[in-house]
């Protein structure tokens, strides 16, 4: 794994400032406030946080599928609430998401066409001109067997890497992930923890390109060895709990409750 | 003795009735029925006017991928629907085009016949029988089917993908409702008329091929081939954009589809009725 390049003074690519983050259920209620947080390039992130934390609602808003209630929110040094939808749109292509439970596949499509459309929709193509982008992206999560199959007839397991290969489609140069590891065997997780760490220290799929990560989990210690920089969303509060080594050196109870879940 | 008092005359019931406030729970049911009812409004023009602005914007943007589904959606509420419908227009033909065709020319009044079909049922019936069948057999199918999507977050997962659900989802079904009804109701026009001619055969109604079409296409005028068009793809537009708006505009969970979709048929029928009517004003103006 490449050793992570000292960005401190690298334009972030997405920043919340002193946002307060709505459920996407009740909009009007904050479910955490006060988030100041920044991702640079080639940074790798894993925000912990128990059920109804509201990780999955930070992750949408970081990805700038909704707004935060409060503060800012600023995808590649654009404040997202004052420029338009569609240069929100362009700006929002440049992230991918991987949603959680099965990553939110199209069930009417084969595996191929869920991959396949994201490229046809915004290059407006025939299918044969996505075919080689779609098969690079099959090779690479290991579906091509599965390619002409619907997603319904694949277990969640699967379903999840065609998610993830959905998501890496567009070639982002952010990629956010929603529990990815959530009821993974230990061989999937292996899977995804190496997965992960090639894609963060720069794959073929994306020419090479370093990509930033964010994972939220449940659990931390999948991550300790994997991501280096931690965050815990708790009691409605952000949490900075810094890299590796203030994680494993912590001797506060929250984060040591946490780790020993 | 003592002399006892008689006690106070007791008002009328309707006055007392009268006298007290109004029951609390009347008047909170009627305004909540008043607030969901503007509410629905509300959001359903808003639903619409984003349609029409997603329509005339993005019509040839992506078309590679938005084209061929407006073509499903014409496939789908259209061409698999025309069985249905020709039995449809064979029954109103038998049933009430023949019958008035040949009552008409039993009391002497056979000129009417042209005029009386063109108004029944180029008009007014043809029209809103197809557009109720539509409702029925892909109306609900858009509301189940997007109401799915939506509670199982295929909706923000086109968005994350920066794909507009509305151009995607919406403007496909508005187009492709509004080409298929229009086309049925030709179909069903068409084939109603011939078959009421058959009855008013079989019935030995002394009524010629051509004296029957000639009066039916005196009594046309350029109007109705307009009003048909515009009236047809207003209904299209209006059950798609119905069913569309109950589907996709709120979030679902997977057991409040049902209810949305019973929402969708009495909002669709009600819109329907409700444009009929405004044609019918502008029929009687012109």
Redesign the interface.
Same mark, same amino acid.
Not at chain 2, 61 to 65: A, C, G, K, N, P
């Given at each position: 794994m490449a050793a992570p390049a000292d960005n401190a003074s690298a334009t972030p690519l997405i920043e919340l400032v002193d946002a307060s983050i709505a459920s996407?259920?009740e909009p009007e209620v904050a479910l955490v406030a006060g988030v100041s947080w920044r991702l640079r390039p080639g940074e790798y992130w894993a925000v912990g946080g128990l059920d109804w934390a509201g990780k999955s609602d930070w992750l #949408?808003t970081v990805?700038g599928?909704q707004q935060p209630v409060a503060g800012a929110h600023f995808l590649f040094g654009w404040d997202t609430a004052s420029i338009t939808e569609a240069e929100r749109?362009?700006e929002?292509?440049r992230v991918g998401?991987v949603?959680e439970n099965g990553?939110?596949?199209? #069930?009417h499509m084969t595996v191929a066409q869920n991959l396949a459309?994201?490229l046809?929709?915004?290059r407006?193509?025939?299918p044969e001109e996505t075919q080689e982008a779609v098969e690079a992206a099959l090779a690479f999560a290991g579906l091509n067997d599965f390619a002409n199959q619907m997603t319904s007839q694949l277990n969640r397991s699967w379903r999840q890497r065609v998610a993830l290969a959905?998501?890496l489609i567009?070639q982002p140069e952010v990629l956010l992930l929603d529990n990815p590891l959530a009821g993974l065997d230990p061989r999937q997780t292996r899977w995804w923890l190496d997965t992960l760490d090639a894609l963060n220290a720069g794959h073929p799929l994306l020419a090479g390109r370093p990509l930033a990560l964010v994972a939220t989990a449940d659990d931390l210690r999948p991550w300790q060895a994997h991501a280096r920089q931690f965050a815990l969303l708790q009691r409605g509060r952000w949490v900075d709990l810094g890299g590796r080594n203030d994680l494993s050196a912590s001797s506060d109870t929250v984060v040591l409750d946490f780790l020993s879940a | 003795m003592d002399k006892v008092s008689a006690p106070p005359a007791r008002p009328p019931l309707l006055q007392s009735v009268l006298a007290l406030p109004l029951p609390r729970s009347y008047l909170n049911f009627v305004g909540r029925q008043i607030f969901r009812f503007l509410q629905t409004v509300q959001g359903l023009g808003a639903f619409a006017l984003i349609t029409l602005g997603v329509t005339f914007t993005k019509f040839n %943007? %992506?078309? *590679?991928?938005v084209h061929p589904l407006i073509r499903a959606q014409v496939d789908r509420a259209g061409v698999r629907l025309l069985p249905g419908i020709v039995l449809l227009g064979l029954a109103l033909g038998l049933v009430i085009v023949g019958q008035t065709v040949s009552l008409l020319q039993k009391i002497g009044a056979g000129q009417y016949a042209g005029t009386v079909m063109v108004t029944v049922l180029i008009r007014e019936l043809g029209p809103l029988a197809t557009a109720l069948v539509v409702l029925a057999r892909v109306g609900t199918a858009i509301v189940v089917e997007l109401g799915l999507s939506r509670a199982?977050?295929?909706v923000?997962?086109l968005?994350?993908?920066?794909?507009?659900p509305v151009h995607?989802l919406v403007m496909p079904r508005v187009l492709g409702l509004a080409a298929a009804i229009f086309s049925l109701t030709v179909y069903l026009i068409l084939v109603a008329v011939c078959s009421g001619y058959l009855f008013v055969f079989l019935q030995d109604v002394p009524l010629m091929p051509g004296d029957y079409f000639g009066q039916i296409a005196r009594a046309l005028k350029w109007e109705d081939f307009a009003l048909l068009g515009l009236k047809t793809a207003t209904f299209g537009a209006i059950i798609a954009t119905v069913t569309c708006y109950q589907g996709l505009a709120q *979030?679902l969970r997977l057991e409040d589809v049902s209810d949305a979709t019973t929402r969708a048929v009495a909002q669709s029928v009600a819109g329907c009725v409700l444009a009929d009517a405004l044609f019918i004003v502008v029929y009687l103006l012109m």
């Open positions: 996407a259920q #949408t990805a599928l749109v362009a929002r292509l998401l949603f990553g939110r596949l199209f #069930t459309l994201p046809r929709y915004h407006n193509c025939p959905r998501a567009l | %943007s %992506s078309w *590679r991928v199982q977050g295929e923000e997962a968005e994350a993908l920066g794909i507009d995607y *979030r």
